[in-house]
């Protein structure tokens, strides 16, 4: 059974840093691209990253690009997302997604963690 | 960026009737060296992470009751629900994988 357990969350300062992480179990970790997307409270989703199967590579949403950090490490079965430099509108839950396609291909989310909440504030 | 436009943004069923949520993208999402349209639809309810219920537009997930169906290609798209149940009330997005990702605005469905 695929599991994705999220951690990491929580209320932060703006200008703050915060790390998320993503445990990932019951599929080949390394042969599947992973992503973050995240949810403004009320409000609909949005991709914010990616990182191919090695982490050589990732890819970024223009709100987040240069701020955010997504990185991987095969040999934990794990994900994470570095946010700095965190603003009032990062407040958000964030999820992080399993593709549904093995390898680096184009591919929809086929399963989500059950989200982790990050609020901005002073 | 392509932009995935959802109608309606509410939409009131009776149970047993059959629902219908439309999603429109600004450019085309089918992808001619596979002939797939790179659109899936996802359901969310209260407090749970997002469902994946179709992918290229028209595959249904395993697992997924054969009542929701997926249509449509290139730029229009359509979920259909053909007989409402109580469970399905949700919200529903539309999701473009063909450039990075962009979902639609999501489409409210309640029991009238």
């Known amino acids: 059974e695929v599991q994705l357990l999220q951690s990491g969350g929580g209320l932060v300062q703006p200008g703050g840093s915060l790390r998320l992480s993503c445990a990932a179990s019951g599929f080949t970790f390394s042969s599947y691209v992973m992503s973050w997307v995240r949810q403004a409270p009320g409000k609909g989703l949005e991709w914010v990253s990616s990182?191919?199967?090695?982490?050589?590579?990732?890819y970024y949403a223009d709100s987040v690009k240069g701020r955010f950090a997504v990185s991987r490490d095969n040999s934990k079965n794990m994900l994470y997302l570095q946010m700095n430099s965190l603003r009032a509108e990062d407040t958000a839950i964030y999820f992080c997604a399993k593709r549904g396609c093995i390898g680096d291909v184009i591919c929809y989310f086929e399963y989500w963690g059950q989200g982790t909440r990050v609020t901005v504030s002073s | 960026d392509i932009v995935m436009t959802q109608s309606p943004d509410s939409l009131a069923v009776s149970l047993g009737e059959r629902a219908t949520i439309n999603c429109k993208s600004s450019?085309?999402?089918?992808?001619?060296?596979?002939?797939?349209?790179?659109l899936a639809w996802y359901q969310q309810k209260p407090g749970q992470p997002p469902k994946l219920l179709i992918y290229?537009?028209?595959t249904r997930e395993s697992g997924v009751p054969d009542r929701f169906s997926g249509s449509g290609s290139g730029t229009d798209f359509t979920l259909t629900i053909s007989s409402l149940q109580a469970e399905d009330v949700a919200v529903y997005y539309c999701l473009q994988f063909y450039n990075t990702y962009t979902f639609g605005q999501g489409t409210k469905l309640e029991i009238k």
């Open positions: 450019q085309s999402v089918l992808y001619s060296s596979s002939n797939k349209n790179h």
């Open positions: 290229w537009a028209s």
């Open positions: 990182i191919s199967l090695s982490g050589a590579a990732t």
